[in-house]
Structures are given as structure tokens and as C-alpha cells.
T-cell receptor
Framework: AQSVTQPDIHITVSEGASLELRCNYS??????LFWYVQSPGQGLQLLLK??????LVQGIKGFEAEFKRSQSSFNLRKPSVHWSDAAEYFC???????????FGSGTRLQVQP | GAGVSQSPSNKVTEKGKDVELRCDPI?????LYWYRQSLGQGLEFLIY????????KSGLPSDRFSAERTGGSVSTLTIQRTQQEDSAVYLC????????????FGSGTQLSVL
């Protein structure tokens, strides 16, 4: 069975500070990994995805994530957070099988001025 | 349309009533998904349609829940004899082919069961 754990329910950072959101997954084969963002009043939007190749992937809005197979992790990072990054972030795992994506429970990011 | 459209955006119903939620995916997308997002919870997978294949219903929480997709396009999620624990935001998403593609989400239907 595939699963995703996001251990941090809520994170608060100051504007301009760096950010790392944790994601651990369980999947029986090579995973396809995603980060989605849900901004207030908006639908979920894809930030970035990892399928294969370079383990450091770049996404929109200055986000990046690193796939670490040995740690079963796919943490999301941003060097300098902006107030507009306040949102809920979801990590998801999928694969080549006919299964829909499995999402984590989300991490709510609050940005302090 | 330009995006995934869901209706209604809000639905208030009484316990025991049946409800139907509609999803209109992006034209040309063969894959369609229903997820449920409860307050403070993540996205819970409900059902997945891919082309003409039999849907993956493994996420439906009970036999009160059912969904169909007519003509490979519009989908309807039906909840019979609603319960208070069914209150949640029901999200629909579509993708061009498989789950490995980018999912485009609708804005959801907020269901409140009184």
C-alpha cells in the first residue's frame, strides 16, 4: 500500500526566512512524487513533481524538492519565504500502476511579517 | 471549459437525504478523480475513472457512496442517506491520461449535513 506522512501539521516562519516542509512516503516501487499547494479560497495547484533522473527538482514560485530514496523522503524547500506563500501544502505519491495519487494530511504554513 | 468545474459550490442538506455532486472535467482529459477533504484532514481518495476501464472504487467509504461518469466526461458523485460525518469538501480533479500527469483540481463542493 502507498502512503504519505507529513509530520508537521502547522509551521510558522518569518518572511524572508528559509523553509523546509517534510514528507515521507511508503511505496513498493519507484515512486512518482508531487507537491501541491492550496491557497486560501483557491484550488490545489501543482508546485513540482519527481518522476526520475535528477533528485533535486525545481518547481514554480521558487520552490524545490529533493528525493532521497534512502530516507523515503521528498522534502520541499524555499530559500526565502514570501507572505504570499502562506497556504496549505500537500505531498503526494503515485506510480506506474492504476492507482490514484495518495496525499498526505497537509502542512499549513503561516508567514509572519 | 477552461478548468475543472464543480457544482454546486455549497450544499446544505438534512441527515438522511440523498445528494448529488457534479464534476465537469477539462475537455480531453481521460482521467477523473474524486477526493474528500475533511476539516483538518488531508485529501482522502474516493474513486478514480480512467477512460473506458472499470473505475477504482477502493476509496469509497461505504455503500452509500457511488459515482458514475457518463460518456467519458461529466461525473456525478452520489451520497445516499447522508450522515453528519459526510460533511466535507468534495474535490474533483482530472488529468490528461494517468495519475502520473498533473492533476487539475476543481474548487470543490462544500457539503454540510445538518
Amino acid at each position: 500500500a502507498q502512503s504519505v506522512t507529513q509530520p508537521d501539521i502547522h509551521i510558522t516562519v518569518s518572511e524572508g526566512a528559509s523553509l523546509e516542509l517534510r514528507c515521507n512516503y511508503s511505496y513498493g516501487a519507484t515512486p512518482y512524487l508531487f507537491w501541491y499547494v492550496q491557497s486560501p479560497g483557491q484550488g490545489l495547484q501543482l508546485l513540482l513533481k519527481y518522476f526520475s533522473g535528477d533528485t533535486l527538482v525545481q518547481g514554480i514560485k521558487g520552490f524545490e524538492a529533493e528525493f532521497k530514496r534512502s530516507q523515503s523522503s521528498f522534502n520541499l524547500r524555499k530559500p526565502s519565504v514570501h507572505w504570499s506563500d502562506a497556504a496549505e501544502y500537500f505531498c503526494a505519491v503515485g506510480g506506474t500502476g492504476r492507482r490514484a495519487l495518495t496525499f498526505g494530511s497537509g502542512t499549513r504554513l503561516q508567514v509572519q511579517p | 471549459g477552461a478548468g475543472v468545474s464543480q457544482s454546486p459550490s455549497n450544499k446544505v442538506t438534512e441527515k438522511g437525504k440523498d445528494v448529488e455532486l457534479r464534476c465537469d472535467p477539462i475537455s480531453g482529459h481521460t482521467a477523473l478523480y474524486w477526493y474528500r477533504q475533511s476539516l483538518g484532514q488531508g485529501l482522502e481518495f474516493l474513486i478514480y475513472f480512467q477512460g473506458n476501464s472499470a473505475p477504482d472504487k477502493s476509496g469509497l467509504p461505504s455503500d452509500r457512496f457511488s459515482a458514475e461518469r457518463t460518456g467519458g466526461s461529466v461525473s456525478t458523485l452520489t451520497i445516499q442517506r447522508t450522515q453528519q460525518e459526510d460533511s466535507a469538501v468534495y474535490l474533483c480533479a482530472s488529468s490528461y491520461t494517468t495519475t502520473n500527469e498533473k492533476l487539475f483540481f476543481g474548487s470543490g463542493t462544500q457539503l454540510s449535513v445538518l
